[in-house]
C-alpha cells in the first residue's frame, strides 16, 4: 500500500517535471511545476514529515510560484513565443543530463550500506519537535535566515523599482 | 499512519531525487526563456530538499528537515532576487531570452 502510494507520487512527480521541461508555453510549465511540487508535498506526508508539507505547498504554491506566475504575465511572456533550440543543442543537452544521471546512480549504487534503523521515531517531523531543535541547536542560522530575507526583500524592491531621474 | 520506513527502501528516494534533479539540469539546458530557467533550479533544489527529508525520517534525525527550512528561505530569496533581476533586464531589452543576454561573454 505505501510502496503504492510511493511509486504513484514518485512517477507523477517525475511526469509533470518532464512535462514542465518540454512544454512550449511558459504558463504551462508554471501549472506543471506546481503539480510536480503538490506530489514532493504528497512524499512529504508520506514521510511523516506534515509541518514540512504545509510549510512547502504555503512556500511554493503560495508565494514562489505565484511570483513567477505574476512576472510572466507582467512580462507579457504568455505565450509560446519562445524561439527554438536547435535539435543538435536539444540531443547534447539531453546526452549531457543523461549521463549526469547515469554517473549518480552508479556512483550512488556502489556505496556502502547506511545503517538504518529498523523503526522510526514517528514525532520526528511534527511541529513541536522540530520547533525545539529549530529554536535550541539552530537558533542562530534561523536569525541569519531573518536577516538574508531581509537583504533579499530590500535587494528585490531597489531591482524591480524604476529608477530614479 | 502509512509505514514508510518499513516498506520503501530507502534507494528510491536517491533514484527520485536524481531524477528530478537531472530534469532539472536537463530544463536548464534545453530551455531559452530565463523564467523556465529559473524554475528549473526551484525543481532542481527540492530534489535536494526531498533528499534530506527522506533521510532525516530514515534515520529518525530532525536536522536534515530544518535544513530544508533554511534551503527553501534560500530559494525564496533567490525567487525573488532572480525575478526582480529579470524584470529589470526586460525592461532594457525588452527580451528574457538567455541568448541574446550575452553581453558579459568577453
Not at chain 2, 95 to 103: A, G
Amino acid at each position: 500500500m505505501t510502496l503504492a502510494v510511493f511509486l504513484t507520487l514518485a512517477i507523477a512527480s517525475v511526469i509533470f517535471a518532464l512535462l514542465m521541461v518540454l512544454t512550449k508555453n511558459p504558463v504551462h510549465s508554471v501549472i506543471f511545476l506546481l503539480l510536480t511540487f503538490f506530489a514532493i508535498a504528497g512524499q512529504y506526508v508520506l514521510l511523516n514529515a506534515q509541518f514540512l508539507a504545509v510549510v512547502h505547498i504555503i512556500v511554493y504554491a503560495g508565494a514562489v510560484m505565484v511570483l513567477f506566475l505574476f512576472v510572466l504575465m507582467l512580462l507579457n511572456l504568455n505565450t509560446d513565443a519562445e524561439p527554438r533550440q536547435t535539435a543538435r543543442w536539444k540531443l547534447a543537452a539531453a546526452i549531457a543530463s543523461g549521463m549526469l544521471l547515469l554517473t549518480m546512480v552508479g556512483a550512488l549504487r556502489g556505496g556502502a550500506e547506511l545503517p538504518i534503523p529498523e523503526t522510526s521515531d514517528p514525532h520526528v517531523g511534527l511541529v513541536k519537535n522540530l520547533g525545539r531543535v529549530l529554536f535550541t541547536d539552530f537558533v542562530v542560522p534561523f536569525e541569519v535566515a531573518g536577516i538574508l530575507f531581509l537583504a533579499a526583500m530590500v535587494g528585490a524592491v531597489l531591482l524591480a523599482k524604476r529608477e530614479i531621474r | 499512519m502509512l509505514d514508510v520506513v518499513k516498506t520503501v527502501p530507502i534507494d528510491y528516494y536517491l533514484w527520485l531525487s536524481c531524477a528530478l534533479f537531472c530534469i532539472g539540469v536537463f530544463g536548464v539546458l534545453i530551455r531559452r526563456n530565463a523564467l523556465v530557467v529559473l524554475m528549473c533550479v526551484e525543481l532542481m533544489l527540492n530534489a535536494v530538499n526531498l533528499l534530506l527529508a527522506a533521510f532525516s525520517t530514515y534515520l529518525s534525525d530532525a536536522q536534515g528537515q530544518i535544513l530544508v527550512f533554511f534551503i527553501m528561505v534560500v530559494a525564496a530569496a533567490e525567487a525573488a532576487v532572480g525575478l526582480g533581476i529579470l524584470v529589470m533586464i526586460f525592461r532594457n531589452t525588452h527580451t528574457t531570452d538567455i541568448y541574446l543576454l550575452d553581453k558579459l561573454r568577453g
